[in-house]
């Protein structure tokens, strides 16, 4: 099915499009942050698009996925996956730890680790499963009771934990700011906090606010609606 076709069928703009908005604009923000490109992994967030409406985007030469749901993942993500071995797929959304297996053994990387109980579950099934995916700390900077994440105050406990006591391979932290307050302080904060703990990488940034997240030095951009259009 060809790109137009296929975004008739799924109701949803064409991806391709949105693809190659979301590259200019990400290509502008690393010129003005004097960056690479090549130093920020676009990762399309794909909750409720279908495995026919990721086609295209696929076709565009987008190889690196987030989904929000484990089971939303599970359902569309294999089949991929046979088809596109190249793809790399991202947990974005919160994970449960009686989800950490089905995890583990679909992620490539999870972005949303943030408490020892998830720690302790995802280095056991990693132990039996024989994968080793890259994990980044979430961290609510906000303080929002409403919000997953770990506390900036308790962030340094929880890597050394992860670190130390389980081993796991914990490559950097994520962070999604509060609606109502500008996001720049709190892409602040999380580029402070790695730096301090010795972390290279960086999720924080999404459809509204990436240009400004790489500009804070983001290493991972989360865009979902400003390629695949507004969710249903």
Known sequence: MNVTAAAVVTGR????????????????ACVRAQRSPASVTLVAASKTVTAEGLEPAIAAGQSVYGENRVQEAQGKWPALRER???TELHLIGP????KARDAVALFDVIHSVDRIELCRAIARRSAELGRRPRLFIQVNTGS???????????LDALLEVCRGEYDLDVTGLMCIPPVDEP???HFALLAEAARRNGLDSLSMGMS???AEAIEHGA???RVGSAIFGSRA
């Not at 703009?13 to 502008?28: I, K, M, N, Q, Y």
């Not at 994970?95 to 009686?98: A, F, H, I």
């Open 183 to 185: 996001a720049g302080r």
């Open 13 to 28: 703009p064409d991806p391709a499009v949105g693809l190659a908005e979301v590259r200019a604009e990400l290509a502008a």
């Open 144 to 154: 929002e009771v409403q919000k997953a994440g770990v506390l900036p105050q308790e």
């Open 208 to 210: 509204s606010d990436y």
């Open 219 to 221: 290493t991972h951009v």
């Open 84 to 86: 596109h071995p190249q």
């Open 95 to 98: 994970l449960q730890t009686n």
